[in-house]
C-alpha cells in the first residue's frame, strides 16, 4: 500500500504557525520504523509542504492536537470524498472518538504502537475497524528507533527527537498527558535508547528527548546519563522543578551534554499550584531551583500558565519581573486552554465557564472560558503582554546577556530560538487582532 501521514497545520499567521521553530511529530516517525516492508510512505506536515490530493494513496493517516483537528477533519473528508481510505489518531482524536469517528473510516483511541500492523493488514483486506483501542499499554522494548527519513530535510530545528520514557507520574489538572496516558510511566529499556542515539550522534544539531518527564525513575535517568557521558551530544529535555534538589543529577545532565531543561513552573501563585494538583511545586524554591541549573552550566526553559483562578491582573507584571530578575532563557506562556479529556475542562463545563467548543480556538493562544478574578478581554490582552514584553529586545537582551548567562552553553539554542521569537509575537498579535472576528466567534 501507498501510505500518506499527513499533519494539519495551524492557520496561516496564527500565533504557532509564524514562529520559525517547528517540530516534528514523533509519533509518525515511530509509526513508519513499526511498518513493515513492502509498503511505500509519504508524509506531509503542512507547517512545511502542502497536502497533494493528486497523491495516489491507499490510507491517509492522520493525527492532530485539539486546535488542529478541525483541519484535520477537512483534509479527512477530501480525500474520503475521494474514495480513499482514512485513519485518524492522537490525543484529540483519542478524547472523541465519536467526533472523529464522523470523519474517518477508522480511529485509534490512544496508542496506536501495538495495533499498527494490524491497521496495516485491516487496510489491505478492506475490513477497517471503526475504533481501534490497545489492550494494553505499549511495552517501551517493543517500541522501535523512530524512522525519520520520511521526514523533510528542512523545516524543523528538532528534528532529531527521541522518547525514552512515557507518561508522568504527576496528575496536573491541565495536562493532556496524564489524559491520554492515564498515569502510567513507563521507561524505554537505556540500550535500546543508546542504539537509537548512535544513530544520530553523526547528524548535526541537538537531539531534544520528548519525555514529559525525564526524570520520574530516577534509576532509569543515571542509567542513561551514565551511558551518554563522553558523547559529545547536545541536547535539552523535559523535567520537573524536583531536578534542581538532585545536584548528582545536574553534574552527570551537564556532563552527558545538556544544554537546556524544560521546567513546568506554571504559576507564581502557590494556590494556583494546589488547585492544579502541581504539588511537586514550590514558588519559595522557584529562584533557586533556577540559580542551581545555571550555576551547573544549563539553561531553563519555563512553562508558565495565565488564567488560574487565583490569577490577577497583576500576574503579568510579576510574571515579566520574575523572568528578568532570575535570567530566564525562554518561556512558553500560554493561556490557560481546557482541552478535552482534561480535568480543568470538566470542571470548568460543569462550573458553566466554557466559552465556546470550536476546537480551532484552543489554540493556547485564545481564552475560550471565563476566568474568575479578570475579564475575558483582560486575560487575553494579558497573554499579549506577558509574550511580547518577554520576547522583547529589552528583555531578551537583559536576560541572555547579564553577566554569567552570556557564558552559558545554553545560548548556543536559547539565543537563536529568542531572537526568533521577538518578531514572530509581534506578527502574530497583528494577525490575531485581524483573525479573532473571524475565527472567535462567540469568544466574549
Known amino acids: 500500500m501507498h501510505i500518506l501521514f499527513v499533519v494539519p497545520g495551524w492557520p496561516k499567521k496564527s500565533f504557532w504557525d509564524v514562529l520559525y521553530f517547528k517540530f516534528p511529530p514523533l509519533s509518525i516517525a515511530t509509526l513508519a520504523g513499526l511498518t513493515p516492508p513492502g509498503h511505500t510512505l509519504s508524509y506531509v506536515d503542512e507547517s512545511i509542504s502542502s497536502v497533494d490530493y493528486s497523491l ?39 478524547n472523541m472518538p465519536e467526533e472523529a469517528a464522523g470523519h474517518a473510516d477508522a480511529v485509534v483511541v490512544g496508542e496506536a504502537d501495538e495495533l499498527w500492523q494490524e491497521i496495516l493488514n485491516d487496510a489491505e483486506h478492506g475490513n477497517l475497524k471503526h475504533i481501534y483501542r490497545q489492550e494494553n499499554f505499549t511495552r517501551m522494548e517493543l517500541v522501535p528507533p523512530a524512522d525519520r527519513s520520511i521526514y523533510p530535510k528542512k523545516g524543523y530545528f528538532f528534528e532529531n527527537m527521541i522518547q525514552t520514557t512515557r507518561g508522568c507520574p504527576y496528575r496536573c489538572e ?27 550522534s553523526k547528524t548535526p544539531g541537538y537531539i531534544f528527548f520528548a519525555d514529559d518527564n525525564l526524570i520520574a525513575r530516577s534509576d532509569h535517568a543515571h542509567s542513561l546519563m551514565e551511558q551518554l557521558k563522553g558523547s559529545r551530544l547536545r541536547w535539552v529535555c523535559q523535567a520537573p522543578i524536583t531536578i534542581a534538589k538532585d545536584r548528582s543529577m545536574l553534574k552527570e545532565f551537564y556532563q552527558s551534554g545538556c544544554h537546556g531543561i524544560f521546567i513546568g513552573f506554571e504559576s507564581l501563585e502557590q ?14 524554591f522557584y529562584e533557586e531551583c533556577i540559580r542551581r ?30 523572568a528578568n530578575k532570575n535570567t530566564l532563557d ?22 458553566g465557564r466554557i466559552i465556546t467548543e470550536d476546537w480551532r480556538c484552543y489554540d493556547m493562544a485564545t481564552v475560550v472560558y471565563r476566568p474568575k478574578n479578570m475579564t475575558v478581554d483582560q486575560l487575553q ?38 531572537f526568533g521569537h521577538i518578531p514572530a509575537v509581534r506578527k502574530a498579535y497583528r494577525a490575531f487582532n485581524g483573525l479573532k472576528g473571524s475565527r472567535g466567534q462567540g469568544v466574549k
Not at 62 to 78: H, N, S, V
Open 381 to 418: 490582552e494579558g497573554f499579549w503582554k506577558v509574550n511580547k514584553g518577554f520576547y522583547s529586545i529589552s528583555s531578551t537582551l537583559r536576560r541572555l546577556f547579564m553577566p554569567g548567562s552570556i557564558r552559558r552553553r545554553s545560548n548556543i539554542v536559547f539565543m537563536p530560538m529568542s
Open 174 to 200: 491541565f495536562c493532556t498527558v496524564t489524559a491520554f496516558f492515564g498515569g502510567t510511566y513507563r521507561p524505554r529499556p537505556v540500550d535500546i535508547i543508546c542504539k537509537e542515539v548512535a544513530g544520530l
Open 330 to 351: 525562554g518561556a512558553f506562556l500560554p493561556v490557560l486552554t481546557p482541552f478535552p479529556g482534561t480535568r480543568i475542562h470538566k470542571r470548568l463545563k460543569e462550573e
Open 293 to 322: 541549573i545555571h550555576d551547573h552550566g544549563i539553561g531553563v526553559y519555563g512553562s508558565f500558565v495565565f488564567g488560574y483562578d487565583h490569577d490577577t491582573t497583576a500576574v503579568f507584571d510579576k510574571f515579566l519581573e520574575f
Open 271 to 284: 494556590d494556583n499550584l494546589k488547585v492544579m494538583g502541581k504539588t511537586q511545586n514550590s514558588v519559595n
Open 56 to 94: 495516489k494513496a491507499d490510507l491517509v493517516a492522520i493525527t492532530a492536537m485539539t486546535p488542529l483537528a478541525p483541519r484535520g477533519y477537512e483534509i479527512a473528508d477530501r480525500f474520503r470524498q475521494m474514495g480513499v481510505k482514512v485513519v485518524i489518531g492522537g490525543i484529540h482524536a483519542s
